[in-house]
């Protein structure tokens, strides 16, 4: 069972997902969810509660990945990690995108990824100019393409920091808990 917990402000990012990309099949999204992860997506999301990974990000995922990606739980991550570093990046936390170089952006992600995950360590490792890896906690134990939103969002935001050619491959973690990805770029 997994200990790590999301905060509203990415369900909120979640809904608005599936609302603008999708805005006529959100209904049906909702109605697709258990019973107590529909209630946290219903009505007003409190941005500063803290929500569990099972139910707000998971069951969210599968039924994304099921109704717009053919089941595919890997492309969905990435699409929903990507709009959300751009729903981000480019309204509250757009700062960070004022950063001078890339490798002081993904510096700055472990603060990012602090404020909407409980329980989730980052690390920056082997840093060099025009890559480095990022080991991170991972979200979903159990689950490796929970890991791919994040993996979305990291390479939206190096494209936000105009980053050209931002590739990203999954390297050794330095532990089973973890997971860990080369980020590039030109």
């Not at 995922?61 to 053919?70: E, G």
């Not at 700062?95 to 909407?116: C, D, E, G, H």
């Not at 990022?134 to 939103?149: C, D, H, I, S, W």
Request: glycine share 6%; net charge positive.
């Amino acid at each position: 069972m997994s200990s790590i917990q999301v905060k509203g402000t990415g369900l909120i990012s979640t809904r608005t997902y599936i609302k603008e990309r999708f805005p006529d099949r959100y209904t049906d999204w909702l109605e697709s969810l258990p019973v107590e992860t529909r209630n946290f997506y219903s009505g007003v999301i409190p941005t500063t509660n803290w929500f569990p990974v099972k139910e707000a990000y998971f069951y969210p995922l599968k039924a994304i990945a099921d109704m717009f990606f053919s089941g595919d739980m890997e492309k969905a991550g990435l699409d929903i990690g990507e709009f959300s570093a751009t729903y981000g990046l480019k309204g509250v936390y757009k700062v960070f995108l004022m950063i001078a170089t890339p490798q002081a952006l993904m510096r700055a992600s472990k603060r990012i990824i602090a404020l909407y995950y409980k329980g989730v360590s980052v690390d920056i490792l082997d840093v060099k100019k025009k890559s480095l890896i990022l080991q991170a906690t991972q979200v979903y134990e159990g689950k490796p393409e929970m890991n791919f939103r994040t993996i979305g969002w990291c390479v939206r935001s190096l494209e936000l920091a105009n980053c050209k050619n931002v590739q990203y491959k999954i390297v050794p973690a330095q532990k089973t808990t973890q997971f860990a990805i080369l980020l590039s770029w030109d």
